[in-house]
């Protein structure tokens, strides 16, 4: 397999090396650790990083990810594309929201546990707790009162601001704060 090397700051650095099984992207190359270390992609579990499909799509458009399959074959982008649709079928709606967020330097994870699509950190900041939980949706999409009031109640119960991420047409995002205040 050719090695490909990528500049990151002032060094450089192999490209990371990562498999899609099932549906999960995980790796335990050093470049994986090190990436982990300075910018907070993936989760450790054990020896491995274990990559949400966002962040794995998100390195793969950056170049500083090559994903096989289990039989160590290359996948191509559209073929990770089209399995990571399959296996989330709002991943087209919260992947433009990932990326938006990531290039802006926020730390971006998964908030399953909160029944949100993202916990988001400040930049720099990810030791301390997440400050919103973010909800990804299409703008053609609508809302109801009581859905809204649940989201809410969530992230104000959790300690977090409610952000609600809409994607419009043309793959932009608008963003609208929740805070709760006292009379």
Known sequence: MTQVRILVGLYTMKKIQATLIKN??????SE??????????????????????????????????????????????????KKFTKLDKTFQTKYPVFKDLRKKSYIVKTALKFGADFRIYENGKFQ???????????ENQSIKWQ????????????????????????????????KWTRP
């Open 32 to 81: 994986a650790h090190t990436l982990f270390q300075k910018s907070r992609f993936g989760e450790k579990s054990g020896q491995k990083i274990l990559y949400s499909l966002a962040e794995a799509f998100f390195l793969l458009e950056e170049n500083k990810i090559q994903i096989t399959d289990y039989k160590d074959k290359p996948l191509s982008e559209k073929d990770i594309l």
């Open 128 to 138: 301390s707790h997440s400050k919103w939980l973010c909800y990804a949706t299409p």
């Open 24 to 29: 999960q992207v995980t790796s335990n190359s």
């Open 147 to 178: 859905d809204f009031a649940a989201k809410n109640r969530v992230a104000h119960s959790s300690k977090k601001n409610l952000l609600i991420a809409i994607l419009d047409q043309e793959n932009q995002v608008s963003y609208y704060e929740v």
